[in-house]
């Protein structure tokens, strides 16, 4: 009696420990290594369920007929200042752009931050922060040098920045007047304009680094001497001269002398002067013969005139003096 009490103790005891209470098998933990899935109710060794684990690892899972979404294209669009964060190196941020396309079963993303580089604000800073499905994120930094911090000024909007997220070309401009575009087809700087190349900005003028933001600026056209008197069959000679009251060189100055040909003859009508620096006066002579026909007691009036094109060769100034001679 006694022994089969014990027994049945026994039994009891090692079902207690295999069987959990609420009757589930499948997530049951034997006391030697524990139950796998799908193996209920099995006590293993610890070898064995290391091999049943290893045998579910090796089994590929099985993918569901439902494939994972590309994102949607995004259209492309030129934002304000708030791009970027603590960790792109860029102060004073200007603004951004951003698109999304898709090539295929390829997504890219692509975001430019523009504003100056942290260590140098003299320099221009453009981050390229690209991202790709199915792939990573990357991103690519470009320095435009001497242009202070740079701002986008064009770029593919709409559904053309969708189409050309690749591709696009980025343009931008300076606070110091440097233009140009990046080449997102490879990452390319191209300057255009500005001080880099050493033009001057517009609505300046000098040569870089010295641009001033006034252009030369003739004074009064001074012509010696004023009144005359010549003989039929002489001659007599005229000094002009033109002085620059403006910051900056002139690009060419031009004086030239208006004149009654039937009377007179001028050696030379038009007399070039190549540059007039600021500050500076140039002085041209005029050399004239009065013919033998022109009658004694006539006055003759002569027109001289001053022209200076600027560097940008966009604007004239222009100044008029007016000189008489009288036959005699």
């Known amino acids: 009696m006694f022994s089969t009490i014990t027994a049945a103790l026994a039994i009891a005891a090692v079902l207690a420990l295999v069987l959990p209470l609420d009757g589930s098998q499948d997530q049951a933990l034997s006391p030697v290594a524990g139950v796998i899935p799908g193996t209920a109710g099995t006590v293993m060794t610890v070898a064995d369920r290391d091999k049943v684990v290893a ?18 294209p995004r259209p492309g669009e030129i934002h304000g200042p708030g791009c970027g964060d603590s960790r792109v190196f860029m102060v004073k ?23 100056a580089y942290r260590r140098d604000p003299d320099t221009g800073y453009l981050v390229v922060s690209r991202t790709r499905f199915p792939g990573d994120t990357a991103s690519a930094s470009i320095l435009v040098p001497h ?15 969708s189409a050309h997220v690749w591709d696009a070309l980025i343009r931008f401009d300076s606070a110091r007047g440097t ?23 517009e609505g300046t003028f ?13 004074g009064t056209l001074h012509i010696s001497p004023k009144n005359r008197v010549v003989k039929p069959g ?3 000679v005229f000094t002009a001269k033109i002085k620059n009251n403006g910051r900056a060189a002139t690009n060419s100055v ?3 002398v208006t004149a009654p040909k039937k009377l007179v003859r001028f050696k030379k009508w038009c007399l070039p002067i190549n540059t007039v620096p600021s500050g500076q006066t140039a002085t041209r002579k005029f050399r004239m013969q009065v013919k033998h026909k022109a009658k004694p007691g006539k006055r003759l009036a002569f ?8 560097i940008d060769r966009k604007s004239r100034d222009v100044r008029n003096t007016q000189v008489t001679i009288k036959v005699k």
Do not use: M
């Open 55 to 72: 045998q579910q690892a090796d089994q590929p899972a099985e993918v569901s007929g439902y494939p994972f979404p590309l994102p949607e």
């Open 93 to 115: 941020r200007t603004n951004s752009w951003g698109a999304g396309g898709l090539r295929g079963e390829e997504y890219l993303a692509v975001n430019i931050c523009a504003g």
């Open 147 to 161: 242009s202070g911090p740079v701002r986008i000024t064009d770029a593919p909007l709409g559904e053309e920045g």
């Open 179 to 201: 233009v140009g575009y990046i080449d997102l087809s490879d990452d390319s700087l191209h300057i255009t304009g500005g001080p880099v190349e050493g033009v001057c900005p």
């Open 206 to 218: 000098g040569t870089p680094p010295n641009c001033v933001l006034t252009e030369a600026k003739l």
């Open 234 to 236: 002489g001659e007599t």
């Open 254 to 256: 031009d004086i030239c």
């Open 303 to 310: 027109q001289f005139e001053a022209v200076s094109t600027a």
